[in-house]
C-alpha cells in the first residue's frame, strides 16, 4: 500500500510569489491533515479535511494560506504572496477516521524556502 | 493551553538501552503518540498510550504516568538505523486528531 506522497519535496520561491503543495493521501483515507514544521520549533496543525470538507481550520496562520480538497481525494494549500516567516517543512498526514486511536500515517514533507 | 518538553539530542552506543522522556502540562489528555522521524522523511508511527502503564513492541517500548503528565519511549538493543528524531505528541481532551507536538529529540547512536 503507497503511503502518504507529497509534491514537490522542495520548493524555492521569492517572497511575493505564490506556491502550492500537493499531498496524495493513502488510498480510502477520508481525513487528511496539513501540519507545518518552522524552523527550530515543533510541528505544528494547520487544518483538517473529511473528505472534501474543511472541518477544522484553526491552525491556518492567515488568510494567505488556502487549501483545497477538491473531489475529496489529494488535496493542494497554496501560499499567496509567500512571506519569509512562511519558510518551513509543511506536512500531511491522513487516517482512516478522526477518531483518538485511530493514526495519522505522514508524508515526507515539503520543505519550503522563502527568500 | 499544552506544553510538551522532551531533551534536545541524546546520545547512546549501539547495542544499549536508551529512554527518552517527554512531559507534558495540558488541561485534558486523550492519549499520547510516539513518532520516529529520520532526515527528510516522513514521521512514522511508534506507539500510542492511552492508559498508565507500559506498551511494548518489539524492541521499542512506552510508558505513561497520567497522573505525573510524563511519558518515556525505551529503546533496547540500539541499532545504528535507530539514530532519528523522536517526537512525542499528545491528543488534547478537546480534539480527536489535532496532534499537539513536542519540539523532538535527535538521537544519535555511535558504534
Known amino acids: 500500500e503507497a503511503g502518504v506522497t507529497q509534491f514537490p519535496s522542495h520548493s524555492v520561491i521569492e517572497k511575493g510569489q505564490t506556491v502550492t503543495l500537493r499531498c496524495d493521501p493513502i488510498?480510502?483515507?477520508?481525513?487528511l491533515y496539513w501540519y507545518r514544521r518552522v524552523m527550530g520549533k515543533e510541528i505544528k496543525f494547520l487544518l483538517h479535511f473529511v473528505k472534501e470538507s474543511k472541518q477544522d481550520e484553526s491552525g491556518m496562520p492567515n488568510n494567505r494560506f488556502l487549501a483545497e480538497r477538491t473531489g475529496g481525494t489529494y488535496s493542494t494549500l497554496k501560499v499567496q504572496p509567500a512571506e519569509l516567516e512562511d519558510s518551513g517543512v509543511y506536512f500531511c498526514?491522513?487516517?482512516?477516521?478522526?477518531?483518538?486511536?485511530?493514526?495519522?500515517?505522514f508524508g515526507p514533507g515539503t520543505r519550503l524556502t522563502v527568500l | 493551553g499544552q506544553n510538551i518538553d522532551q531533551p534536545t539530542e541524546m546520545t547512546a552506543t549501539e547495542g544499549a538501552i536508551v529512554q527518552i522522556n517527554c512531559t507534558y502540562q495540558t488541561s485534558g489528555f486523550n492519549g499520547l503518540f510516539w513518532y520516529q522521524q529520520h532526515a527528510g522523511e516522513a514521521p512514522t508511527f511508534l506507539s500510542y498510550n492511552v492508559l498508565d502503564g507500559l506498551e511494548e513492541k518489539g524492541r521499542f517500548s512506552s510508558f505513561l504516568s497520567r497522573s505525573k503528565g510524563y511519558s518515556y519511549l525505551l529503546l533496547k538493543e540500539l541499532q545504528m538505523k535507530d539514530s532519528a528524531s523522536y517526537l512525542c505528541?499528545?491528543?488534547?481532551?478537546?480534539?480527536?486528531?489535532?496532534?499537539?507536538f513536542g519540539s523532538g529529540t535527535r538521537l544519535l547512536v555511535r558504534p
Open positions: 498526514a491522513s487516517s482512516q477516521d478522526a477518531g483518538v486511536t485511530d493514526t495519522q500515517y
Open positions: 505528541a499528545v491528543l488534547p481532551v478537546d480534539s480527536s486528531y489535532k496532534l499537539i
Open positions: 488510498s480510502g483515507h477520508d481525513n
